[in-house]
Structures are given as structure tokens and as C-alpha cells.
């Protein structure tokens, strides 16, 4: 069931927010969003598929090598389901911006503040 669960996870999501499997990471599956998207993707992961808990959150610097100069992965697992996932958000420039998801995994704050 929890592989299933994954596989119709990704498929909603490409379907409802245009999202594109990554082909930089393969695992844990990852999509690639627009980073106007966030928010919305958490509020569906959260609320609709189960993934309950944001394990993790970084950020890579491609200085000075490519365009976009920035990725900023989200981690997620559902409990419910014990299987993971990821999105990754492309930012360009030297000061990008993104917007919290604290108000939908509370976790965040602590994460956010390190990028």
C-alpha cells in the first residue's frame, strides 16, 4: 500500500500543480516546483496524502556553476504510509525569497531560519 500511495501522491501532484519529476535527485522521488507553489503543495501533502511531518529542509548554493544559483529541498515523510518524498525548489539570483511554510508544518521555523 505504501509504495501505491506514493506513486498516486506524485501523480496528483504533477497533475494538479504542472510539477515535473527532479532529474537531479532520484531518491527520495522528487519534484521540482515553482517557488510561488509552497505553500499550497505543503497544505496538500499535509491535508490530503498524509505527509505529516517535514524531516527535513536544506538548501544548496551552485555558486559560481550554474543557473539557478540555489535549490531549496523540502523532505517529507507520512507516518500513515511509511514512505518519503521530496520538492525542490529552483531560486535564482543572489537574495531569493521564498514563503514560510511554518503555518503549515510548525517545524519549519526552526529550519527556515537557516537558510
Not at 501533502?45 to 538548501?59: P, Q, S, V, W
Amino acid at each position: 500500500m505504501s509504495e501505491e500511495h506514493l506513486k498516486l501522491t506524485l501523480k496528483a501532484l504533477k497533475d494538479r500543480f504542472g510539477l515535473q519529476a527532479s532529474q537531479l535527485m532520484k531518491y527520495p522521488p522528487t519534484l521540482e516546483a515553482e517557488p510561488g507553489m509552497i505553500v499550497q503543495i505543503c497544505q496538500a501533502l499535509r491535508d490530503e496524502f498524509e505527509f505529516n511531518f517535514l524531516c527535513e529542509l536544506t538548501a544548496v548554493d551552485y555558486w559560481p556553476e550554474e543557473e539557478p544559483r540555489f535549490n531549496v529541498i523540502y523532505g517529507f515523510y507520512s507516518h500513515a504510509n511509511n514512505v518519503r518524498m521530496a520538492i525542490r525548489v529552483p531560486l535564482n539570483g543572489d537574495h531569493p525569497t521564498l514563503h514560510t511554510v511554518e503555518g503549515v508544518y510548525r517545524g519549519a521555523n526552526w529550519h527556515e531560519r537557516e537558510l
